[in-house]
């Protein structure tokens, strides 16, 4: 991901991160923005949603998304679909590098040139929200008569802040585990391996067969997101639900950085890999194992490389992996009046139920429903069906992306690195990140 900070991408084909956390010194409205719009006036057009199609007057909804890789042509047949089916509906389409989305979204929508209707990862809504940016859809999921069990488990919790609803999920992506059929078959690894003996077991397999580095180690992206997969396998928590604490140095992150840095003691990673450097060492099959995104999916299928996909390894005392989710939002532009915001929720509605057909962009349908049809069981990512119970979000926490960045990823990347050792790198940026959380508490609001 780029170097500027970048959490998830979208991108087919690429590992650096897809979007930028807001700075803690972009824009900021003081308070919570439940129900109220940018401008901090109650919003018409918050709340009634009927779940018909929208009837009005011929409307032109701005559209934002960040989907400008090998996902972007599966976002931009399904809006097409929606606008053949829908007459008095147009969406303009905005597309725009996450990096760029960020930063542009709050100044946009606080100028009344911001989009109408969009989508962003779920770890977002709660900063947006509070910022006022965005507005509450609780009337959508009533009127469609969703609930929590009609998704993915642990998908629909972190779209709620302040006990409403911002996000309406459309996928969930995940970490994976990839290998090269060609280095296995050569090594006699005949399945993928499924904890840590056999992960272990089949490394030493692939060094007798002549890889000498036969998985990657990297001490930057995607190194922190491995890193909370890790720390959930050993029953951590990375951070407080109410956004109080950093919370993974404890036993479970040491264990989990422990665990990372032991595989370049061991020689299956060389040391010192760089950002990125790990999967286009798997792309060129220079190594036989790495872990990265669902993402990477569309990427492999054109390049041709022998790969195989499969859940992560159960490395600590239970399965888990990080995931995120692109979620469907609302601007408090839109709200402030009654036409945009039905044709936004007519839309948004709509995505939801074609979910399915975003498998296509190498995702997991977030809906229960859409995960049962052949679109997603004919796919690669569903190698990955078992894992979708064992997946984890951060908690729904205002600019918890600015404090992970400093001071989580710091400490994973010098407990690689055996700079600092896992519990004294931990121990500090746990204590600077419980700091910045507690400014946050105050400059968002409990």
């Not at 090998?70 to 097409?80: E, H, I, T």
């Not at 060094?207 to 180690?217: D, H, R, T, V």
């Not at 890193?227 to 050993?234: D, E, K, V």
């Not at 690689?416 to 508490?441: I, S």
Request: proline residues 6%; negative net charge.
């Amino acid at each position: 991901m780029h170097r500027s900070r970048l959490v998830v991408p979208s991108r087919g084909g690429l590992s650096r991160r897809g979007f930028i956390t807001l700075t803690a010194g972009g824009l900021l409205v003081a308070g919570c923005g439940g129900g109220q719009g940018a401008g901090g006036s109650k919003s018409e057009g918050v709340g009634g949603f009927t779940g018909e199609a929208y009837d009005g007057p011929d409307v032109t909804l701005s559209y934002w998304n960040g989907f400008t890789g090998g996902d972007g042509p599966a976002m931009q047949d399904l809006v097409g679909r929606f606008m053949d089916e829908h007459d008095n509906v147009s969406l303009k389409n905005n597309t725009i590098e996450w990096a760029d989305f960020y930063q542009r979204l709050p100044a946009a929508a606080q100028a009344g040139k911001g989009p109408d209707v969009g989508v962003m990862h779920i770890d977002q809504l709660a900063t947006n929200a509070a910022r006022r940016v965005i507005s509450p859809l609780d009337d959508l999921a009533e009127a469609l008569d969703l609930q929590e069990d009609d998704f993915a488990p642990a998908v629909w919790a972190p779209a709620i802040y302040q006990d409403q609803r911002y996000g309406m999920p459309l996928d969930v992506h995940t970490l994976a585990m990839y290998y090269n059929r060609d280095h296995f078959e050569k090594a006699g690894i005949s399945e993928p391996p499924t904890d840590a003996q056999s992960l272990d077991e089949a490394c030493q397999a692939l060094q007798e067969a002549g890889y000498a580095n036969p998985f990657w180690m990297p001490n930057q992206w995607p190194a922190h997101l491995m890193f909370l997969s890790l720390l959930w396998q050993f029953g951590g928590e990375p951070y407080a639900e109410d956004g109080s604490a950093a919370t993974y140095d404890d036993e479970a992150g040491e264990a989990a950085l422990a665990w990372m840095r032991e595989q370049v003691d061991k020689g299956y990673s060389p040391d010192n890999v760089d950002i990125d450097t790990q999967y286009t060492a798997f792309k060129n099959g220079d190594n036989s194992i790495t872990w990265d995104g669902i993402w990477q999916i569309n990427d492999l299928e054109e390049s041709g490389l022998p790969y195989g996909i499969a859940a992560l390894p159960v490395v600590g005392d239970a399965p888990a992996a990080w995931a995120n989710s692109h979620n469907f939002f609302m601007t408090a532009q839109a709200a402030e009046d009654s036409d945009r915001a039905n044709a936004a929720k007519t839309f948004i509605g709509w995505m939801s139920e074609q979910s399915s057909s975003w498998s296509e962009a190498g995702m997991i349908p977030a809906r229960n429903a859409a995960r049962e049809e052949a679109k997603y069981t004919d796919s690669p990512q569903y190698a990955l069906r078992e894992q979708v119970d064992a997946l984890h979000f951060l908690p729904a926490v205002p600019g918890l992306g600015d404090v992970q960045i400093p001071t989580l990823e710091v400490a994973v990347n010098e407990g690689v690195l055996a700079t600092t050792p896992p519990a004294e790198a931990l121990a500090k940026q746990a204590a600077n990140a419980t700091e910045m959380m507690q400014q946050n508490l105050e400059r968002y609001g409990s």
